[in-house]
C-alpha cells in the first residue's frame, strides 16, 4: 500500500507500524468520502424541489444517519485508543538505553544542522557560548576539556550505523527548526530552551538503498519541516547510513583528525 500512497521508502524498524496507521486512515477515509459524496448525491435528488414542494418542519424521522455517525466515532475511536496512541506512547516511553544505542546531539540552527558526536571515551565535551564562532566552532565545544578532546562535529553530515538504535538529542540556537527524515518516519521540532531526545533504528544503509531505487545519487535527508525563515528551504543535511564496520572506521578516523592540532592555527 506504500507505494500506492507514493510514501518514501521506508528505511527505520518502527516506520512499518507508522505506514500501517497512515494506511488504515487512508482506507477510512477512502469509505467516508465516497459514502458521503454518496449521501450528498442521494440527499439532492430526494429533497429536490419538485418532490417537496412545500418546507417539512418534521424532518428526519429514521435513524440511519445516527447509526452512522455512531460507527464513524468508533472507528474514530478505534484509530485514536487502537493505533495511534499505543504506537505514540511506544515512540516517547521506551527510549532504548544509552549504553546500547548511539547517542548523537544535533542543534538546528538559521540554517545549519550541527552534529555532534561524544568520540570513542562516550562522553560529550563542555561547551561555552564564549567559544562559539559560527566558522570554526559552531557549538562551542571547548577542546581543552579533556571529555571534548575526542568529540566529532560536523555540519549537515550525519553518519550512522545501521540496525543499531540511534538516539538524536534536538536542540537549537535561535528558533523553533523540525528535525525530519522521511524514511525513517520521524520528523520532531527542535526547539530553543530544550533538549528534545527521538529515537529510531535505521535498518537500510545509503549504498543498499540506492541499489534499490536505481539511483547512485540517492541521499537521506535531513529536511527541516518547520518554517524557520528566509533560508527555511535550504536548511538540509545529508544522512550517511553505513555499516556497523563502515561506520566505526569513519568514527575513529574523524575523531582522530579532529583531535590532531591543526597546523594551521
Ligand atoms: Cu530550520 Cu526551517
Not at 547517542?103 to 540554517?111: A, M, R, W, Y
Request: proline share 6%; with cysteine.
Amino acid at each position: 500500500m506504500n507505494e500506492w500512497l507514493g510514501m518514501p521508502p521506508l528505511a527505520a524498524a518502527h516506520g512499518g507500524q507508522i505506514d500501517n496507521l497512515i494506511g488504515w486512515i487512508h482506507v477510512f477515509m477512502l469509505i467516508l468520502f465516497v459514502g458521503w459524496g454518496a449521501f450528498f448525491v442521494y440527499v439532492l435528488a430526494r429533497f429536490r424541489k419538485s418532490r417537496n414542494p412545500v418546507a417539512d418542519y418534521t424532518g428526519v424521522t429514521g435513524n440511519a444517519s445516527k447509526y452512522s455517525e455512531i460507527a464513524v466515532a468508533v472507528i474514530e475511536a478505534v484509530l485514536l485508543i487502537g493505533f495511534a496512541i499505543p504506537l505514540w506512547a511506544a515512540r516517547i516511553g521506551d527510549i532504548p538505553p544509552e549504553n546500547e544505542a548511539l547517542v548523537v546531539q544535533v542543534t538546528g540552527e538559521q540554517f545549519a544542522w550541527n552534529i555532534h558526536y561524544a568520540g570513542p571515551d562516550g562522553k560529550f565535551g563542555r561547551t561555552d557560548i564564549k567559544l562559539l564562532d559560527l566558522q570554526s566552532n559552531p557549538l562551542g565545544l571547548d577542546r581543552s576539556d579533556p571529555a571534548g578532546v575526542d568529540d566529532i562535529t560536523t555540519l549537515n553530515q550525519l553518519y550512522l550505523p545501521a540496525n543499531k538504535p540511534i538516539i538524536v538529542k534536538l536542540r537549537s540556537k535561535d528558533v523553533i527548526h523540525s528535525f525530519g527524515v522521511p524514511e525513517f518516519r520521524v520528523k520532531q521540532d527542535a526547539i530553543p530552551g530544550l533538549t528534545i531526545p527521538i529515537w529510531f533504528v535505521p535498518t537500510v544503509t545509503t549504498a543498499e538503498m540506492r541499489k534499490r531505487l536505481g539511483n547512485d545519487a540517492f541521499q537521506y535527508e535531513i529536511a527541516c519541516a518547520q518554517l524557520c525563515g528566509l533560508g527555511h528551504a535550504r536548511m538540509r543535511g545529508f544522512v550517511t547510513v553505513q555499516s556497523a564496520e563502515e561506520f566505526q572506521t569513519w568514527f575513529d578516523t574523524t575523531s582522530k583528525e579532529q583531535s590532531a592540532p591543526d597546523p594551521f592555527r
